[in-house]
Each structure stands twice: as structure tokens, then as C-alpha cells.
């Protein structure tokens, strides 16, 4: 595969920083690709470059639509795949997906690759739903491999009938895989910082994502607000950043958020890795996902979890075994499961006991890494002869 160039693109570059952390460098130095990574511009685009040793290109691309900022971009990513000229262009997250396909279908780039890591037209309605089913077609129709995240991303896909096209899921889902040695709730620099986080004789829930209503936020704090009433002993670790321009979270859930000593928001940490071994258990209840990271984690640090009932959530909790699954949007459901968590110690134990032992078998890096690499020579062997 040696001078066989690849571009990778994505929205903003936190995506590339996160799903691709290390991996780029391992497509450049062990599998022989030049590698070439886009998306807009910023510092984590610059730290892609740097920690991948990999050429990085800013294309400017609004996450939301934007019709004349999408064409700028889209005009952008034309002139970027004419002069690297590709033979692979594999794109992540919507906005990219849209742009580097139709750019690479324009370009004619051989093998144009898009990683559907969660689906927005599920959950919407009205024209909002009718034109995300229209991008994400066109999307699929300037692709030519289609890859969903999980199994309930490409049952979405065949639902709504976004494509005829062949869909692919590699190994057991997820794109990013995890890795075990890091995620161990007994290295000494998480158990350190642990044992200052954690409060004995308090059964603590931790939520680590994006504070906004589409994760469930509003019904989490109305369950835990109800739960603490009759379990005193308990409190929740909000771990994550506000978005009160993209989907805030309503008044009385602030409120409820600063009136409760037993509500702690930490704020976005750069290592979750301690707040999730001060915890005893997760809770996701998230409206939509591709194949949520948390959950995975959550799982190699040896939590149970408390999922909702969507893609990725239900794929990596198996009820009653690794965590609980309920339905979204359901606060009494929510309220239930987290105090069963407490009132049934030996359920909870045996399930947080089964957690790691089902990620590690499914999910560990190298796994998912090489599914990734497998299917690229699969696709770029018949570009290649």
C-alpha cells in the first residue's frame, strides 16, 4: 500500500483528535499510507499533525447547516482532493460526510469512504427530518462504501431507506475502539486522584457528555432530584461542558443543578479516567447515538451502567448482565433503575464484575484498529494492482 493516499476528513478537528488519536500514525508507519487529515482549522487540528506526523489541511465547515458556507466549503475541499489527489477519501461525522463526498464524487476520487457514527433524523421531525434524510442519501449516493458505527445505525440506514448500497459494520461496531491499559481502575495514577474523588457510604451515579437535552440531562436531574429524596446517600457526578447555544438545558434542571449540594458539576475534564473510579455507576440516558465512547469506558473502569434504549447504548449493555437498559425520556424508568442499583448490592456487584470482561472481548483498540485496516486493503486492493 506504499504511496497509496489517503485523506481523512472531519467537521471540526475533535473529531479527528479523538476518533483517530494514534491511528493515523499507524496507517503511515505500519501499513504504509500517506495520510492526510482535514477539517476545520483550530489547535486540535494542529495537534493531529504533530502527534500523528501526518500533513493537515483547514477547510473551514459549519456543523450546522449553512448554505453559503457549505458551498465555500465545498468549493474548498474540491480545490484540497485536486491537488493531493487521493485515492481514498473517508469521511466522519454529517457535515464532512456531505462535503467530502460530493467534493471526492466531483473529483472522481476512486474509493470515497463515509463512517456514519450517528444518525440526527430519527429523533427529528417535520421538514427538519426530511431534509437530514435527504443529505444523509446524498451522502450515501456519492459514496461509494458505507460503514455504520453499529448494527442499530445500519438498521436506521435500511429503515428510512437512505441507501441500496451495501453497509458494512466492522467487528462488533464502534469506530475508536478502547484502550484497556489505559482504562484500568487500578493503575496508581488513577487510584490516587480516585481516593481524593470518591465519598465513602455514597453510592455515587456519574454522567460524563455534553450537559444538553438531547443526552437526557432534563430527565436525569428529575430522577436523581427524586431519587436522593428517599436515598440520601447518594449523589451525581455531572462531568461534561454546557451548550446553551446548540440545545440547553431548561430552567428548572439549572435550577435543580445549583440548589442540590448532591448534584456536583465538575465541568469538562481532560481525564475522566478518576472521576469514573470514584464512581459506582454510570448513567447515559442519552435520546440518540451512534455507539457511545462514555459507555465503553465506563465498562473498562468496571462500572455498571444505566443506558437508554437507542443505538450503540443497547448494543454494548446487555440488560441485567453489564448494566440496565430503559426507555428514553422516561424519568420513573430512570428513577428505578438507579435505585435498584442501590437496594440490590449483589446485582449491582456481579454486573460491575461482568463490565470490563464484555468490552475487553469486543471493543479492546487493536481489534477495532484492525477491522479498520483489513477493510481498507479489502477496498483498496482493486485501486492498487
Known amino acids: 500500500m506504499n504511496n497509496v493516499k489517503i485523506i481523512r476528513t472531519s467537521t471540526v478537528p475533535g473529531s479527528l483528535n479523538t476518533f483517530c488519536n494514534g491511528l493515523l500514525r499507524e496507517l503511515r508507519e505500519k501499513e504504509g499510507y500517506e495520510v492526510v487529515a482535514v477539517s476545520s482549522p483550530g489547535r486540535q487540528l494542529d495537534e493531529v499533525g504533530s502527534r500523528e506526523g501526518v500533513k493537515t489541511v483547514a477547510v473551514p465547515m459549519e456543523r450546522h447547516m449553512s448554505p453559503l458556507n457549505d458551498l465555500k466549503s465545498l468549493w474548498r475541499l474540491i480545490r484540497v482532493f485536486r491537488r493531493e489527489k487521493p485515492v481514498m477519501v473517508h469521511s466522519i461525522t454529517p457535515k464532512a460526510g456531505l462535503l467530502s463526498m460530493i467534493a471526492a464524487w466531483i ?62 459494520v466492522l467487528g462488533h461496531g464502534n469506530v475508536m475502539g478502547i484502550d484497556l491499559g489505559r482504562f484500568r481502575a487500578g493503575r496508581p495514577d488513577v487510584s490516587v486522584e480516585a481516593a481524593r474523588l470518591r465519598r465513602h457510604g455514597v453510592f455515587t451515579f456519574i454522567f ?53 449540594p448532591a ?14 473510579a470514584a464512581a459506582d455507576a454510570l448513567v447515559f440516558p442519552s435520546y440518540r447515538e451512534g455507539f457511545p465512547n462514555v459507555v465503553i469506558e465506563a465498562g473498562a473502569m468496571g462500572l455498571p451502567s444505566i443506558v437508554t434504549d437507542i443505538n450503540g447504548s443497547r448494543e454494548i449493555i446487555l440488560h441485567g448482565r453489564n448494566g440496565l437498559v430503559v426507555p428514553p425520556r422516561s424519568v420513573e424508568s430512570l428513577r428505578k433503575a438507579m435505585a435498584d442499583l442501590i437496594d440490590r448490592p449483589d446485582k449491582t456487584l456481579a454486573m460491575a464484575t461482568a463490565a470490563r470482561p464484555l468490552v475487553s472481548s469486543r471493543y479492546e483498540q487493536s481489534f477495532v484498529r484492525r477491522c479498520l485496516k483489513d477493510y481498507y486493503k479489502e477496498i483498496l486492493s482493486p485501486i492498487n494492482r
Open 107 to 168: 473529483c472522481r476520487v476512486p474509493v470515497r469512504l463515509h463512517t456514519f457514527t450517528g444518525l440526527v433524523f430519527p429523533t427529528a421531525t417535520g421538514l427538519k427530518q426530511k431534509i437530514l434524510i435527504l443529505t444523509d442519501r446524498l451522502t450515501c449516493a456519492c459514496a461509494t462504501h458505507i460503514v455504520p458505527e453499529g448494527e442499530g445505525v445500519k438498521n436506521d440506514l435500511i429503515t428510512y431507506r437512505i441507501t441500496r448500497k451495501p453497509l458494512r
Open 208 to 260: 460524563v457528555g455534553r450537559l444538553v437535552g438531547d443526552k437526557g440531562i432534563n430527565e436525569l436531574i428529575e430522577a436523581f432530584t427524586a431519587l436522593h429524596a428517599t436515598h440520601p446517600a447518594t449523589r451525581l457526578l455531572l462531568v461534561g461542558r454546557q451548550e446553551p447555544t446548540l440545545d440547553p438545558l431548561r430552567p428548572e434542571t439549572l435550577a435543580s443543578i445549583e440548589q442540590c
Open 263 to 276: 448534584i456536583e458539576a465538575v465541568g469538562q475534564q481532560l481525564d475522566v479516567r478518576p472521576w469514573f
